[in-house]
C-alpha cells in the first residue's frame, strides 16, 4: 500500500492564483482531512470528509474548498490564494467505525508559499 | 488558552538521557494521540492511548484521565530521536471521533 499521498510536494503561486492540492490514499478508510500547519501552532483542521459525497468545515475552511467523489480522493482547492495562506498542508485519512477511535495516517505534507 | 497544552515546547538532550515531554488538555476525550514529526518529514502516530500506558520498544506513553494529563517517555535516548512530538486529542465518541485537536509541538534534539 502507499498509504496516503499528496502531490505537489512545492508549490509557489501569486496571489489570487487558484489550484488544486491533492490527497488519495488506498486504505479504504472512510474518514479523510486536511490540516495547515503553521510556526508556533497546532496543526488546524481546514475540511473533513466521512465518505464519498459527505464533507464538512473545519476550524479554519475560509478560502478553501473540497470534494469527496470518491472514497480514494479528497482534493483541496485554493480558489484565490493569498499570502496568509503560507503554510505547510497535511492530509489525513483513518477508518470510520461507531464507538471506536482508530489512529490517523498522514500524508508526506505539501509546502505552499504565496508571494 | 488552548485545549491542549504540551511542555517543554523545546528540549535539548544528551545521548542515552531519558526524557519526558508532557501534555495537560482541557476537554473531555475519548482518546489521545502522540505523533512524531521528523524535520522536513512527514507525520506518524507513534500511540494512541485511553487509559493507563503502552509501550513500543524506547518509547512509553502513560495517561491520567482523571488529571488530564499525558506523558511520552523515550529512555536512553538517541540523536535519531530527534524530531517533533505532537500530542492530540480526540472529542468524546458521540462526536466526530476522528476531529483531533493538537497541541503546538515539543522540539526535542538529541545531541552525541
Known amino acids: 500500500n502507499a498509504g496516503v499521498t499528496q502531490t505537489p510536494k512545492f508549490q509557489v503561486l501569486k496571489t489570487g492564483q487558484s489550484m488544486t492540492l491533492q490527497c488519495a490514499q488506498d486504505?479504504?478508510?472512510?474518514?479523510m482531512s486536511w490540516y495547515r500547519q503553521d510556526p508556533g501552532m497546532g496543526l488546524r483542521l481546514i475540511h473533513y470528509s466521512v465518505g464519498a459525497g459527505i464533507t464538512d468545515q473545519g476550524e479554519v475552511p475560509n478560502g478553501y474548498n473540497v470534494s469527496r467523489s470518491t472514497t480514494e480522493d479528497f482534493p483541496l482547492r485554493l480558489l484565490s490564494a493569498a499570502p496568509s495562506q503560507t503554510s505547510v498542508y497535511f492530509c489525513?485519512?483513518?477508518?470510520?467505525?461507531?464507538?471506536?477511535?482508530?489512529?490517523?495516517?498522514f500524508g508526506p505534507g505539501t509546502r505552499l508559499t504565496v508571494t | 488558552k488552548n485545549e491542549v497544552e504540551q511542555s517543554p515546547q523545546n528540549l535539548t538532550a544528551q545521548e542515552g538521557e531519558f526524557i519526558t515531554i508532557n501534555c495537560s488538555y482541557s476537554?473531555?476525550?475519548?482518546?489521545l494521540h502522540w505523533l512524531q514529526q521528523h524535520p522536513g518529514g512527514g507525520i506518524v502516530s507513534l500511540f494512541m492511548l485511553s487509559s493507563g500506558k503502552k509501550k513500543h520498544g524506547r518509547l512509553i506513553a502513560t495517561i491520567n484521565i482523571q488529571e488530564k494529563h499525558s506523558s511520552l517517555h523515550i529512555t536512553a535516548s538517541h540523536p535519531r530521536d530527534s524530531a517533533v512530538y505532537i500530542c492530540a486529542v480526540s472529542p468524546p465518541i458521540t462526536g466526530t471521533a476522528s476531529k483531533l485537536t493538537f497541541g503546538t509541538g515539543t522540539r526535542l534534539q538529541v545531541t552525541l
Open positions: 476537554v473531555g476525550i475519548s482518546a
Open positions: 486504505m479504504n478508510h472512510e474518514y
Open positions: 489525513a485519512s483513518s477508518p470510520l467505525s461507531k464507538g471506536k477511535i482508530h489512529e490517523q495516517y
